[in-house]
């Protein structure tokens, strides 16, 4: 009897399904962000690795990542491959979106280390996690311009696609941190105006553009609703707006899916995909 009891056992053993974790797909769309939990201490899809912490991995796509299957590499921490799975990277189907601007907001030029300074921020890893979900809208208006459109400027393509969320809101709005943080820039910049970047840690970090003025400093531990700035046309802008960007280990990531934010009625093209052979000519203004 035991003997049988036993053969059950293993038999139950061998038959039993593999864990989920290693049978389901892992598929994510452009802009998005894939967890799941993972004893490894890094990921890598084609060149770019990302750290995970504390047993869940954040894997951003990209906007610009073509869609299709890719090998997803499980690291340890001295760098070897534990598990290659595949990732598949699905469209997101983003529309286009005009954006008129005057001449001169269009011939600005970065100032002297704008581009790099926020490059190094958008880059942070700092390791104690210091952001939980869901993040708040930084200010109440809706978003007049949403994530991924590709950019035409003044009906020219820009090659740019929109690597965050406008909100409309009026000229002095206050806009507060959507998670805590620290505050590790605040400047005043020829492109993003009145600037301020929050690092959450463990590889997010958002900024906010095209302030009025500015109400924080570097170095700031911020909580949830802490006022950073207020909304204004600072920067390559075209009136009052907020320009949001969130950024997962520095990939820009779609803050639509991270906090509640609703699109205007009135100017928020189509979420729907267009057909394939008749790819959206449309346009619309962004304000
Ligand atoms: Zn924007």
């Given at each position: 009897?035991?003997?049988?009891l036993?053969?059950i056992?293993l038999?139950t053993?061998?038959?039993?399904p593999l864990?989920?974790?290693?049978q389901s797909?892992?598929?994510v769309k452009?802009?998005?962000?894939?967890?799941?939990a993972t004893?490894?201490a890094?990921?890598?899809?084609?060149d770019?690795?990302?750290?995970?912490?504390?047993?869940t991995?954040?894997i951003?796509?990209a906007v610009?990542?073509?869609?299709?299957?890719?090998?997803?590499?499980l690291?340890?921490?001295d760098?070897?491959?534990?598990?290659?799975r595949?990732?598949t990277?699905l469209?997101?189907?983003y529309?286009?979106?005009?954006?008129?601007?005057?001449?001169?907001?269009?011939?600005?030029?970065?100032s002297p280390g704008?581009?790099e300074t926020?490059?190094?921020?958008?880059h942070?890893e700092?390791?104690?996690?210091?952001?939980?979900?869901?993040?708040?809208?930084?200010v109440?208006?809706c978003?007049n311009s949403?994530?991924?459109v590709?950019r035409?400027?003044?009906?020219?393509p820009?090659?740019n696609?929109?690597?965050?969320?406008d909100?409309?809101?009026?000229a002095g709005?206050p806009?507060?941190?959507?998670a805590a943080?620290?505050?590790?820039?605040?400047?005043s910049?020829?492109?993003?105006?009145n600037?301020?970047?929050?690092?959450h840690?463990?590889?997010?970090?958002?900024?906010y553009l095209?302030?009025?003025?500015?109400?924080?400093?570097?170095?700031?531990?911020v909580?949830?609703?802490?006022?950073l700035?207020?909304?204004?046309?600072?920067g390559r802008?075209n009136g009052p707006?907020?320009?949001?960007?969130?950024?997962?280990?520095?990939v820009?990531?779609?803050p639509?899916?991270w906090?509640?934010?609703?699109?205007?009625?009135?100017?928020a093209?189509?979420?729907?995909?267009?057909?394939?052979k008749a790819?959206?000519?449309k346009?619309r203004?962004a304000?």
């Open positions: 009897m035991r003997a049988l036993c053969l056992l038999l053993l061998f038959l039993a864990p989920a974790a290693a797909p892992l598929a452009q802009g998005e962000v894939l967890r799941f004893h490894a890094f990921a890598r899809v084609h770019r690795k990302f750290p995970i912490y504390d047993g991995a954040l951003p796509a610009i990542d073509k869609p299709g299957d890719y090998p997803l590499e690291l340890s921490a760098g070897k491959t534990l598990e290659t595949t990732l990277i469209d997101a189907h529309l286009t979106q005009n954006v008129a601007l005057s001449k001169e907001v269009v011939e600005l030029k970065p704008e581009t926020v490059n190094a921020l958008k942070l700092s390791p104690a996690k210091l952001w939980a979900e869901p993040f708040l809208a930084p109440p208006g978003m949403p994530f991924g590709q035409y400027q003044n009906g020219k820009t090659g696609y929109h690597a965050g969320v909100q409309r809101g009026p709005k806009i507060v941190a959507t943080g620290t505050v590790r820039m605040v400047r910049y020829n492109i993003h105006g600037v301020v970047g929050v690092d840690g463990q590889g997010i970090v958002s900024i095209h302030m009025s003025k500015t109400a924080a400093h570097e170095g700031d531990a909580k949830p609703g802490d006022v700035g207020y909304v204004g046309a600072t802008a707006h907020l320009h949001w960007s969130l950024y997962v280990h520095a820009a990531v779609n639509s899916k906090a509640p934010l609703t699109a205007c009625a009135a100017t093209p189509a979420r729907k995909a267009p057909p394939k790819p959206a000519k346009t203004r304000q």
